[in-house]
């Protein structure tokens, strides 16, 4: 599908820091000048986009192409005005002019004969530095509605104006009255590789304002490691926190910390993310006023879920990286079956650390009667008993889980 590719540079974005202007619009008087609420918007949390609400300072996640003048495109931020509806809430408007409107301009954008959808657009636009991959998946959730009812097509682009493909996340419905609108889970293919902002086509040849509001956008990041592996997000470069990841360490001596593993950047390489786990000496612990120190005293765990626990026959291989700030041998480990819910002291041989990252490898079969040599059945987590009298931190990465299920 050819369209007319019109090129933005986020260095527009300089536009947003003059503020919300008045604009009179042909046969659509709706922008009012409208600020935002200067609030701390929590509805942020956990998405790849900023001011989702419109209700705190416009950010360059927003932009259009619009008729604020059924002559004169406006290529630009995205106005955000109040709700029609509601004058204490606020949300993007995007204004759309007339196949008629087009033709007595002279400059109709045409598609097929008919006024291309590409002729009015809105954008959300992640920023090139959170460009996606083929097969990571993407989501997007909003409030959607229109002075008319009409529907819209999503592209990929990259800059906004920068077309890519043209499918992305899928034909929302506008009504009149506010509706929401989820596009469920997309996996990018590989001709969408690059991609940063979902354009929404928005000409259907009617005079229409649209309006989009709590939008929330949801990436998963496709990690190669993941394939065939028991655990997800190994590599820890696409994962903020994750429950296959715990422990028991020491952030301060005399303080234990329960709970997700930190994901830290390698302290060797700036690019490279890992876990770490702090553990305290047996000085610290005796400072604290705890004389039995024992190497279960800070943990690390791997937790791959019930629903995978093993039996007797199965075969249980770990793959990865370790290392540690000072070298350290003979770290145990344990079968368990949620972290800290102790089965059985052996799991899958001892580990060696070094100060820099080295491979490590080991396949067991799962034993019934919990024998030596052999992973217990019930298990679906491995413990690593860490405390081994110094003070230190331990780093894992790249771990890979492969359960070989028995006949």
């Known amino acids: ?74 290529d630009g931020a995205a106005n955000i005005v109040r709700d029609p509806a509601d004058p204490n ?35 959300i636009t992640l920023g090139e530095d959170l460009a996606l ?31 890519m493909h043209w499918a992305c996340v899928g034909n929302p419905k506008f009504t009149t009255e506010w509706t929401d609108f989820d596009s469920g889970w997309q996996t990018l293919a590989s001709n969408q590789t690059g991609m940063y902002t979902i ?25 190669p490691l993941d394939e065939g592996n028991a655990v ?6 696409y994962i903020t926190g994750s429950d296959a990841y715990w422990c028991h360490e020491w952030r301060t001596s005399d303080a234990q910390f329960d709970g997700r593993a930190n994901i830290v950047v390698d302290p060797a390489n700036e690019k490279n993310h890992c876990a770490a786990v702090v553990v305290r000496s047996k000085d610290e612990a005796a400072a604290a006023g705890e004389s039995n120190f024992v190497e279960w005293d800070s943990q690390f765990f791997i ?10 026959g199965d075969k249980l291989k770990l793959q990865m990286k370790v290392k540690a700030d000072v070298a350290q041998d003979g770290i145990g480990t344990q079968s368990h079956a949620a972290p800290g819910a102790y089965i059985h002291w052996y799991c ?16 067991v079969e799962v034993s019934g009667d919990n024998s ?14 860490l405390a081994k009298g110094g003070h230190n931190t331990y780093y894992f990465d790249d771990i890979k889980v492969t359960i070989t299920k028995g006949e």
């Open 1 to 74: 599908m050819k369209q007319k590719k019109m090129f933005l540079t986020l260095a527009a974005s300089a536009m947003i820091a003059v503020g919300f202007t008045s604009c009179s619009v042909d046969d659509n008087p709706i922008y009012e000048g409208a600020v935002p609420f200067p609030v701390v918007d929590n509805f942020d949390e956990g998405s790849e986009i900023k001011n989702g609400t419109c209700e705190g300072s416009l950010v360059a996640n927003f932009w259009c192409h619009e008729w604020r003048t059924s002559a004169a495109q406006f």
């Open 89 to 123: 809430n606020h949300c993007c408007a995007v204004v759309i002019r007339s196949e008629e409107e087009a033709k007595a301009a002279g400059n109709m954008i045409e598609a097929n004969g008919k006024i291309a959808g590409w002729d009015s657009q809105f954008f």
């Open 133 to 163: 991959k083929e097969k990571d998946q993407i989501r997007l959730k909003m409030k959607i509605k229109a002075d008319a009812p009409q529907e819209a097509d999503t592209q990929t682009h990259k800059a906004p104006g920068a077309y």
């Open 199 to 223: 354009a929404f086509n928005l000409s259907r040849g009617i005079h229409n304002t649209v309006y989009f509001d709590d939008m929330y956008v949801e990436v998963k990041r496709y990690d």
């Open 232 to 237: 997800s997000g190994g590599s820890f470069e």
């Open 303 to 312: 937790n791959f879920g019930q629903d995978k626990a093993l039996k007797a």
């Open 348 to 363: 899958l041989d001892n580990v060696n650390f070094t100060t820099e990252w080295t491979d490590f490898e080991k396949e």
């Open 372 to 385: 030596w040599g052999k992973a217990a059945a019930g298990m679906y987590t491995i413990a690593f008993n």
